[in-house]
DNA sequence: AGAATAGTGTCTTTCAGACACTATCAT
DNA sequence: ATGATAGTGTCTGAAAGACACTATTCT
C-alpha cells in the first residue's frame, strides 16, 4: 500500500502476485519433549516428506482467521476447543523457491495446547502423526530441529520435512523459549489446573534444561500468575501436590 | 501449501488471493526520542494521513527483498546505505478492511538507522517527513502511539495516521522494547563509534525511563560486545568521552 | 579556578542457585 | 515404619540501584 501508481493497479487482478498461506505448528507435549502434528505428504512435490498443516488464505478472512480454521478442518478441533487454544502468528516465510510449484507466501503460526487436545487432536484425523522435536541447546542461534515419529523409540530415523518446515520449526521452539518466562505461553500447554511439579516439566521441556526446584517455584508464586485451587491432585502413592489454576495480572 | 485440494489450483490465477505488500517502519532517534519517516497521502482513500512507505511484493523477490527495495527508492539509501541498515521483519498485518480498495496483506518491517543515516533519508524525498513519537508507558500493552512533526515543538496536534498504521508503529515500538536488553538493536541507532552515554541516550529513548548510569556501564561493560577505540570524542566544552565500537560476541 | 561531564568505589537490596531439611500422603 | 515426592528455611554469591566521590577536559 501507500504506493502511488496505485491507482492504476486498481483492478485486483492486474498484477500477479505471490499466494498466501498459512501454516501451523501444533504444539503439545510428549515425554517431556516438545511434540508437533504433522502430515505425510502424499503428492508432488515431496511427497514422503512431512509438512505442517496449512490452508491459503481467504480474501474474506484473516490471517488469524484462516488460522483457526485450519485447527478446525486438519486438526478436527470444535470451534470452542479452537477458541481455547492459544494461536499466535510467529513469522511470515517468503523465500522464492520455497515452494517449487509457484510463488507462495506463508505466514506461519503456533498453536499451544495441553497434552489431552493434543492426543485427541492426533486421534480426530487419521493423516495427523505426532513428532517429537530434539533441539540442540546452541543457545540463541537457528539450530537445527530434528524430529522423530513418535513410535520411534531409540531416536534412529529422524523425519525429514517438506519445503522450509524445518526452518520453521526452529523458528517455533526459539519463539517459545524466548517468550517462556516474561509470558504466560507455558500455561497454554498445561491443563486447567496444575501442579507446580508439571509448570516446572513445561519450562524444562521447552529450554531442554533443568531448573532449581526452589528458585523456580518462588519465582512463580511471586509473580502472582497463579491462583491455589484448594484441592490436591490425585492417584499418586506419594504426598499429593497443591493444584493451581492460572489466572491474569490483576 | 500442504493443501490436499492444491493440484487442482495448479493455475496460479485460478483462485482470487490477497495482494501482498511490505510496509516499512524507517526509524532513528531526534530529539532524545524515536523518530520514523513518513509520507503523507495525497489520494484516497486516507488521503491528508500519514503513511509508512511500502511497495507490493513482486513474484521473484523475497520479502526481506522488497524491504530492501523500499529502503532504496523511497528512502534513497544507496545499495551500500541499505545494506547497513538493519532491516528485520516485525509481523503480518492482514484485517480484511485495512484497506478499503481491496484486499491487501501486508508484512512490516522495522529498519533501524543512525540518526545521520535518518537525516539523509529525510532530505533525499521531499515527500518523506519525519515525525516523534511519543509513547506512554504502559508496562506491555500495546499502548497508543502518538505522532508529532518535527517542527510541532509544542506537541500540539497528533498526526493521524492511514490505514492500520498507527497499529503497526505501536508494534514496532513494542518489539525494540522486548528486544533492547538481550540484542544489539540499540547499536543499530549509533554510528559507527559513540561513547557509553549515547548508547544509554538510545535506551532510555526507546524504553521512555531514564536509568541508572553505573549499573548501566557495567552491564554493557560486562556483556563484552564493546571494543574501545582508544580515541574520545571531540568539540565538548568539558571532558571528553572514551569512544567505543560494537563488536560481535566472541 | 570553575563548570561540566566522565568515570569509579562501595553500600545496600534483591534475587537466583544450592542444599538440606521438614511435611505429608499411600502402602 | 517406609518410600517417595511436596514444600520450605537458609546460606551464599551475583548483580542492580543509589549515592557520593574522584578524574579530566575546556574556558
Same mark, same amino acid.
Given at each position: 500500500m501507500t504506493e502511488e501508481a496505485f491507482l492504476e493497479a486498481? $483492478?485486483?487482478?492486474?498484477f500477479a502476485r505471490p499466494a498466501l498461506t498459512v501454516d501451523l505448528v501444533l504444539m503439545g507435549l510428549r515425554e517431556g519433549r516438545p511434540a508437533v502434528l504433522l502430515i505425510e505428504r502424499k503428492? #508432488?512435490? #515431496?511427497?514422503g516428506r512431512w509438512a505442517l498443516p496449512g490452508s491459503f488464505v481467504g480474501l474474506d478472512e484473516t490471517l488469524d482467521g484462516a488460522a483457526g480454521r485450519v485447527l478446525r478442518e486438519?486438526?478436527?478441533?470444535s470451534p470452542v476447543e479452537a477458541a481455547r487454544t492459544r494461536l499466535e502468528q510467529l513469522y511470515t516465510f517468503g523465500a522464492? &523457491?520455497? $515452494?517449487?510449484r509457484m510463488r507462495i507466501v506463508t505466514v506461519a503460526y503456533l498453536a499451544l495446547m495441553p497434552e489431552a487436545a493434543f492426543m485427541k487432536a492426533l486421534e480426530s484425523d487419521a493423516r495427523l502423526s505426532a513428532a517429537i522435536l530434539v533441539v540442540p541447546? &546452541?543457545? *540463541? *542461534?537457528g539450530g537445527i530441529v530434528e524430529a522423530f515419529s513418535l513410535g520411534d523409540r531409540d531416536r534412529a530415523t529422524p523425519l525429514s520435512f517438506a519445503f522450509d518446515h524445518a526452518e520453521i520449526l526452529a523458528v517455533a521452539i526459539l519463539r517459545l523459549r524466548g517468550k517462556l518466562d516474561y509470558s &504466560?505461553?507455558?500455561?497454554? !500447554? !498445561?491443563?486447567e489446573v496444575f501442579t507446580l511439579r508439571q509448570l516446572q516439566d513445561v519450562h524444562q521441556a521447552i529450554l531442554g534444561t533443568s531448573l532449581n526446584k526452589p528458585a523456580f517455584r518462588r519465582r512463580m508464586l511471586d509473580r502472582g500468575w497463579l491462583a491455589p485451587t484448594g484441592s490436591r491432585e490425585g492417584g *499418586?502413592?506419594?504426598r499429593p501436590a497443591e493444584l493451581y489454576r492460572f489466572q491474569e495480572m490483576p
Open positions: 486498481y $483492478d485486483p487482478a492486474a503428492e #508432488h512435490p #515431496h511427497a486438519k486438526a478436527g478441533f522464492v &523457491d520455497r $515452494d517449487p541447546w &546452541d543457545g *540463541t *542461534t &504466560d505461553v507455558a500455561f497454554a !500447554l !498445561l491443563p *499418586t502413592s506419594f
